[in-house]
C-alpha cells in the first residue's frame, strides 16, 4: 500500500467501511445536509411533506392514516436522495462530456422520485378527500 500519510483523511476514509457507528451517522447526516442544501426538490419535499403532516394533525389522522402517510413521504425523500447519488456518480463519470447511458441513468433515477411523488399524491387524496368531504358537506 502507498503512503497514506500524505492524503487528506477525508479521500483515506471515502472508500473504506466506517468501523465506528457514530462515524456513520456523521456520514448519514452529512449526506442529508449536503442534499438538502444542494438539492431545491429535496426541499420542496421536506415543506410538502411537512404541509402534510401538518394536514394530518389538522384532519385528526388516525394512526392507521399516519403509518400510511409517514412511510409515503419518505419513499420520496429516500428516492431524491437515490437521485442525487446517482447524478452525482454519472457526472463524476462523464464529466461535461454528453453521454447517451448517462442520459438513460440520470432520467430513469428522476422518474424514480416522479413515480414516488404521484403515488403520494394519490395516498394524501385517498386519505384527505374523504375528510375534507366531511368539513364542507356537514
Known amino acids: 500500500m502507498g503512503n497514506q500519510n500524505n492524503i487528506p483523511i477525508e479521500k483515506r476514509e471515502s472508500y473504506q467501511t466506517s468501523r465506528n457507528i ?36 389538522l384532519l385528526r389522522c388516525s394512526l392507521n392514516e399516519y403509518m400510511i402517510i409517514i412511510p409515503t413521504i419518505f419513499s420520496v425523500l429516500i428516492l431524491e436522495l437515490l437521485n442525487t447519488s446517482i447524478e452525482s456518480i454519472v457526472d463524476l463519470h462523464v464529466k461535461n462530456k454528453f453521454n447517451k447511458l448517462a442520459k438513460i441513468s440520470k432520467d430513469c433515477s428522476a422518474a424514480s422520485v416522479l413515480l414516488a411523488s404521484l403515488n403520494s399524491m394519490f395516498v394524501a387524496a385517498f386519505i384527505f378527500l374523504p375528510k375534507i368531504k366531511l368539513i364542507l358537506f356537514n
Open 22 to 57: 457514530f462515524a456513520s451517522f456523521k456520514y448519514a447526516i452529512n449526506g442529508l445536509i449536503y442534499c438538502f442544501n444542494t438539492t431545491r426538490n429535496f426541499r420542496i419535499q421536506i415543506l410538502f411533506g411537512s404541509l402534510v403532516m401538518i394536514t394530518c394533525s
